[in-house]
């Protein structure tokens, strides 16, 4: 019996070489599974080319109200953000496309799984850990891995079988775009110091000019309308690009570093996200308690990495899921962002179950808070240190 084997399916150049490739010198059979996780596109072009490229079947699984609320949420109830700045566009599509990559090797009685990613890049980390870690019985192949082709070997692979593909010699960037944003990378960005060409962005395109301002409502920590509209995750994070990219704001210039040791220069456009994690992230700092807010703003870098290291279906990662969840169960309420050219930011905010009392807080005759208790509060508070200074601090030195 042929040994078949499922492959993660972009559609682009290294998978579509990967299908007759894998058939030709391992003599496998190969079933194709692409995941519409709102990156646009033709999917039925897509499945003719998986199966011009030998496939014997071609899957489509629209992915994005699943990539929303089983992936993208828990990132956002985070306020995931690598190393503070980049909001995982990437590695948060991996988890999902993995999931079905898995389920499609069950249907099928596939006994390998297959990517099309780089031996330098994060993707086959994600890739490879994550179907380990839901199907630790399944073989995991990386054929761009091993054979040694260049760029133009494989535009010349794919003609000499003849497989229709879009790639040419011209094509200077790597793109991976989903719903959560869009990540460019190569060309003359591979140089830090230059500036990436104003023609490499696409959600940010300025086209606004008018200020106006955006409310999103949230429930437990998740956007569930925007203006009073109530909609689905999906769609209202694909309106959020349009509206917050068309000020030009929202996208990343940095250098990264990635898991397998060595530093990368990257570009990202995720206007949605960056605004949403914004209007989370100021929403908590109503509605979340001093010490349970400052331990959740620890986590969130380390829940940051686990993502980016492909380790969603980890136990830690599992854990810190049910931590963010209960610090959830009182995050509702609404967030005003005004949006003008080239900035974003937010204006006003208020919860049902806001910690913020204004009698507490203000400094007028409305003024509740009793200003007596201060002077033994803070005396006790400082006892330490005067102890130390009047005893140790003086003795420094002799």
């Not at 400094?363 to 005893?391: C, K, M, P």
Request: aromatic share 8%.
């Amino acid at each position: 019996m042929t040994k078949r084997v499922v492959l993660a399916y972009s559609g682009g150049l290294d998978t579509s070489v990967a299908v007759r490739w894998m058939i030709e010198e391992w003599g496998v059979e190969v079933v194709t599974v692409a995941c519409d996780v709102g990156q646009g596109g033709d999917f039925d072009a897509i499945c003719e080319r998986a199966r011009a490229a030998g496939a014997v079947e071609a899957v489509v699984a629209d992915v994005r109200a699943e990539f929303a609320n089983d992936f993208v949420v828990p990132a956002l109830r985070a306020n995931a953000l690598y190393e503070g700045r980049y909001p995982l566009v990437s590695a948060l599509s991996r988890p999902v496309i993995v999931r079905h990559l898995v389920e499609a090797a069950r249907t099928y009685g596939a006994t390998a799984v297959a990517h099309g990613c780089t031996g330098k890049g994060n993707d086959q980390v994600r890739f490879e850990v994550g179907i380990r870690a839901l199907a630790p019985d399944l073989e995991v192949l990386a054929p761009v891995r091993v054979w040694g082709m260049t760029r133009e070997d494989c535009i010349e692979y794919a003609a000499t079988h003849a497989i229709p593909i879009t790639s040419s010699k011209d094509k200077l960037y790597s793109i991976d775009d989903n719903l959560w944003g869009r990540a460019i990378e190569c060309g003359e960005m591979e140089d830090p110091w230059a500036e990436p060409p104003v023609g490499v962005w696409s959600l940010t395109v300025p086209t606004a000019t008018e200020p106006t301002e955006v409310t999103i409502a949230f429930d437990r920590g998740v956007p569930v309308a925007m203006d009073g509209v109530a909609m689905e995750l999906h769609e209202l994070v694909a309106q959020m690009n349009t509206l917050v990219g068309s000020y030009g704001w929202g996208r990343l210039d940095m250098v990264e570093n990635r898991r397998v040791g060595i530093k990368s220069r990257e570009t990202y456009e995720a206007p949605g996200a960056l605004a949403l994690i914004a209007a989370h992230q100021d929403l908590e700092s109503l509605c979340l308690e001093r010490d349970l807010a400052h331990e959740k703003q620890r986590l969130e870098l380390r829940y940051a990495d686990l993502v980016y290291d492909g380790q969603w279906f980890s136990p830690l990662k599992e854990a810190l899921d049910a931590f963010i969840e209960s610090s959830q169960e009182f995050v509702t309420g609404e967030v005003r962002l005004r949006l003008a050219p080239g900035t974003c930011h937010v204006t006003g905010r208020r919860s049902p179950y806001s910690l913020y009392d204004y009698g507490l807080a203000t400094y007028d005759a409305a003024d509740s808070f009793n200003h007596a208790d201060a002077e033994g509060f803070v005396r006790l508070w400082g006892l330490g240190i005067q102890t130390w200074a009047a005893n140790q601090a003086t003795q420094r030195g002799d």
